[in-house]
């Protein structure tokens, strides 16, 4: 989370400091604004003022779980990215404003791209199944692939910042739209998301014609291929060269951690299990010959562990002995070998 609402900034903190006497300026003529000149000055140095209010803050980033069943990360490049230029920001006649809106989530006020600007990108690709098909290396029927991502149930999250090699996220550009070819251009600034930003991209797949994974990488590739974001044609909102190899990285990364917890539930279940099972019993010694049922010679401290746990009698002590010397053998001389040390214990636990 931010240590600073950059949306709330840009949008609401932006203007704060601006009075009515300002507001009422700028709907004066140009003739009547030239005669304020001064007015003005002070006027654009407050906009100023405020474009860097915006863009020098320092934020804290949270790398949340993520939403969905697979996700990828994916940084920014030279010369940014352009988010949410189509919400209205501008004032009229203000020099030195940010003229262009800009995309924040409302509760972070972080950058994030929205799912549907997401999956819109990479819906715009299903138009040419040439590409596709030449980025799956197969005849794969595109047009069956595309109902079944976009119209059949696979979620697109919003994309959140979640890194940064910067000390802040966001900084102001430029563009000069030439209005006369004899004049010197206007520079209109803007606002950018900083090269070197990582954005993590959820999604929630359904495994169909591609497999969830299969999928997470087409979309990579093709967020690799095409960006996102506004003025793509002009470099930004481009990502580093290692967008799909970190997505097949992660894509495995998540395989390893899916298994690992279907195999602690497995093991729960197991414990569970057993947990019923020894509860059935009548006898310590019962329970004892189902816990340690398997166990070698090589295994004696997981032997010893297993009595350590019960209260036994002599009768019991010495049935446990003649079915562990069946087991694991007469207790051992004295070595130093970490099994015979441990089946030392377990005859002494015993009383022998």
């Not at 799912?115 to 980025?135: C, D, M, N, T």
């Not at 059949?152 to 006369?180: K, M």
């Not at 929630?204 to 996102?228: C, Y």
Request: aromatic residues 8%.
């Amino acid at each position: 989370m931010s240590s600073a609402n950059l949306g709330w900034l840009f949008y609401k903190g932006y203007y704060r400091n601006l009075t009515n006497d300002d507001y009422l300026f700028m709907l004066l003529s140009k003739d009547e604004k030239k005669r304020r000149e001064n007015e003005a000055k002070t006027l654009d140095d407050k906009i100023d003022k405020n474009v860097f209010n915006v863009i020098n803050q320092t934020v804290t980033l949270d790398d949340d779980e993520m939403l969905g069943n697979t996700h990828f990360k994916a940084t920014t490049t030279y010369p940014g990215l352009i988010l949410g230029s189509g919400n209205a920001h501008e004032l009229p006649d203000v020099k030195g404003q940010a003229i262009l809106g800009f995309s924040f989530d409302y509760t972070s006020g972080l950058p994030v791209i929205a799912g549907s600007s997401v999956k819109g990108v990479l819906r715009s690709a299903f138009k040419h199944p040439e590409y596709i098909q030449e980025l799956l290396e197969s005849d794969v029927d595109v047009e069956a692939l595309e109902t079944e991502i976009f119209d059949n149930g696979d979620i697109f999250f919003d994309a959140v910042v979640v890194a940064s090699a910067n000390a802040n996220i966001l900084g102001d550009d430029y563009i000069t739209p030439h209005g006369d070819a004899l004049k010197n251009p206007i520079p209109l600034r803007f606002i950018k998301v900083l090269p070197n930003v990582s954005f993590r991209f959820d999604f929630e797949l359904r495994d169909g014609i591609l497999i969830k994974e299969e999928k997470t990488i087409l979309f990579a590739e093709i967020l690799s291929d095409l960006g996102i974001g506004a003025k793509t044609n002009v470099g930004y909102g481009k990502f580093t060269s290692d967008l799909v190899s970190k997505a097949k990285l992660a894509i495995e990364s998540q395989k390893k951690d899916e298994l690992k917890k279907e195999q602690e539930r497995e093991e729960n279940e197991r414990a569970e299990n057993e947990a019923k099972s020894l509860a059935s019993l009548d006898s310590n010694i019962e329970k004892i010959k189902v816990q340690i049922k398997g166990f070698s010679k090589k295994e004696t401290k997981d032997i010893y562990d297993v009595l350590i746990t019960y209260e036994l009698d002599d009768t019991e002590k010495k049935e446990l002995i003649a079915l562990l010397k069946i087991q694991i053998g007469e207790k051992p001389k004295p070595k130093n070998k970490a099994p015979i040390k441990w089946a030392i214990k377990i005859y002494e636990l015993l009383g022998e």
